[in-house]
């Protein structure tokens, strides 16, 4: 995924289907200097990451 539609996505109030590693994901916020995103596993939303927004893929 690319910057832009990560940053579309964290924004948007509608949910987006995003894997990350297979799993699903909600995107919090999209880090420009980083080009990473901090995000949650949808089945663990105790578990936040940061990752290469690149890694992140929109089904």
């Given at each position: 995924?690319?910057?832009?539609?990560?940053?579309?996505?964290?924004?948007?109030?509608?949910?987006?289907?995003?894997?990350?590693?297979?799993?699903?994901v909600y995107i919090?916020?999209?880090?420009?200097?980083?080009?990473?995103?901090?995000?949650?596993?949808?089945?663990?939303?105790?578990?936040?990451?940061?990752?290469?927004?690149?890694?992140?893929?929109?089904?």
């Amino acid at each position: 995924m690319n910057y832009t539609r990560a940053k579309e996505i964290a924004k948007s109030p509608i949910m987006a289907d995003v894997t990350y590693n297979g799993s699903n994901v909600y995107i919090e916020q999209v880090n420009e200097t980083k080009m990473a995103a901090s995000i949650h596993l949808l089945n663990d939303p105790s578990r936040s990451m940061e990752v290469p927004v690149d890694s992140l893929i929109e089904n």
